[in-house]
């Protein structure tokens, strides 16, 4: 929970005096604050018919907002207006966890009492939960490259269907917010959360709130993955709808029960690639068609399939490509941005079908992406022709170079294997999403002969306030100590964009870089220039362009690239996947950090092989099953491979010192590695994921 609040007060000098810290506890600090609590629909699909509350009840000591007491929009500002921050009654229920009305109260005992006296009635519909029957159609997208030809005679033309699973992100902490009215005539949330401006333009639309009015400021946040991009702007307005009503402080924090069963999640899918190839392995064509689902509402789901789309070809140059990606409606609980964007789910297909047409060509799989891998000067399924830092050849070297030998040899019930995958992964937003979002930060020199970083950037575990006081004690040339990072608070920083998309260390990283370069160069020409501040705003280079009606064009600024060797072991009796060791080399453009890079790449490794194995969601009636952490399972220390992480460094002429964003990439190589390694052990393919020992056994019973 949120005991208080980070602010920086202005002093006469032009300095900033840090007052307090936002952290997590669970000790009571702000005097009178309450506790909120949040009802849900308990049915998949239908309309809100009644909302009741028992009259043996005494309300007296409850707080209850419902939508009418919304004073401004009922919408989650996003990409669509469709989700609302409360049914109303007579309105559609499209998911199990809808929110519905909110409690507060001053101790959660009578939270819970309160919530027994409610009775909630609904007029039910039948629910769709088949992906191919979905109830809406999200986005659509489709990207052109040259002419997938009809006449296929003399060619070998593989097709295979591959389907992903969901995944929790699973952060340190659950989703929670604290709200409170401030001296504005508006309100103040302080949350978990990475994108504070997100959430401020939700706040302000939902409760018709100014700029200086809504204010939003980031807590102490334990990893985001995507879980803490979207969803705490729907947190936030709850708290501040509570605050206001109750006109005092409200805490709405979730249990872990409660954020399993309700928050946003990977979108899972199905991939399906038809690709033809001449007999001496040349790459003809790629036809791929992406589904992916996007539950209930929409939130972010057009620009994860768009990354998801874009990536679809994989690492691979092809003169003729189609991709047909679409996104549905399903009535269960929405899905929503995790690391990686889409991109995951969209290589898994696209290296697997490397391995598949390896085995039809009678071929290694390696030699096959060393024919097809696009190099520097290629052109991608976009048309964007690749003019720099293009690391293909580099880490799929390194991690041969790196990964062991030799195997240990198969016990008499375990087999062993090995696979590797070759991935890149745009940095920065697609398109022509860095130069609309003009990111800005500030920096200023203070009078104590300290300087400050405003930026609302958020550090969520991935080292961002450590590179930003690198970046900027280099270019000013002044110790480290002299540098820090204001509060991420909506009311002190400019928009630097969400930190989300592997830009903060290349897009954000930069402009912090450019600041500092310019305070140095005028102190240089006048000292006594204090307190002195400057704004760098992101310019888009004049050689990117970018069509968003045809997706063709620069994608992104740069790509980084992976190389991933996975080893297992498969127990035969149980079917049970055991990842033992992950090679996996990464063109980060330069390491800002080497230990926090590693530590970065590691993680998300983890993460796949999580994805990969173990990580299953299991659905009934439109809810999640496995909704505790005693039947969620991630990977634990123990369940840990052995991981080296080789860093290569092929620079990016506009990246900080050359850096590239790598912070969705170690999530992309994984999965299919492991894939393929269990194929290598065992002689039989899962084009799916989790590789759960089930499905395994099944398919090892089925050859």
Known sequence: M?????RSVPRRDGASKVTGEARYTDDLVIPGAWYGKTIRSTIPHGTLTSIDLDRAFDWSRVVVVTADDIPGDNVVQLIRDDQPVLARLGGEIRHREEPILLLAAADRFTLEEAAEHIRIGY???????????????????????GTIPEDIEGLEVVTRTFRVGSQEQLYIEPQGAIAYANEHGGMTVVGSLQCPYYVHRALKRALRLTDQQAVVIQAETGGGFGGKEEYPSMVAIHAALLARKADRPVRLIYDRHEDLAATTKRHPGVITHRTGVRRDATLVFQD???????????????VVLSRAAIHAAGAYACP???????????????????????????????????????ERLGMSSVDLRRKWMLRLGDTTATGQVLTESVGSELVLNAALKAAPTAQPPNRPTVRRGRGLSLVFHGSGFTGSGEKKLSGTVAMEALANGTFQILTASTEIGQGTKTIFCQLAADALGVALERVYVAPQDTSLVPDSGPTVASRT??????????????????????????PLRVEKSYMQPDSLHWDETTYRGDAYPVYAWACTIADVEVDMTTGVVRVTDLVTAVDCGKALHPVLAEGQIEGGCLQAVGWATIEEIKMKDGGYQNDRLATYLIPTALDAPRIRTILVENPYSRGPFGAKGIGELPMDGPAPAIIAAIHDATGVWLDEIPATPEKVLAACASR
């Open 2 to 6: 949120v005991t208080a609040v980070g």
């Open 123 to 145: 007029a039910a519909r039948e629910p769709v939960f088949d992906l191919e029957k979905g109830i809406e159609l999200y986005a659509t997208i489709e990207i052109t490259k």
């Open 288 to 302: 791929i068609d992406i589904l992916l689902d996007g539950g209930g509402y929409c939130t972010l789901t057009p």
């Open 320 to 358: 003729n490509v189609r991709i047909r990606a679409r996104a549905i409606a399903t009535n269960t609980p929405p899905n929503g941005a995790f690391r990686g964007f889409g991109a995951p789910q969209s290589l898994f297909g696209a290296e697997l079908m490397v391995e598949h047409v390896a």
């Open 505 to 530: 260390a290349m897009i954000v990283g930069r402009l912090v870089q450019e600041a500092a370069t310019e305070i140095r160069e005028q102190l240089q020409r006048d000292k006594t220039r204090l």
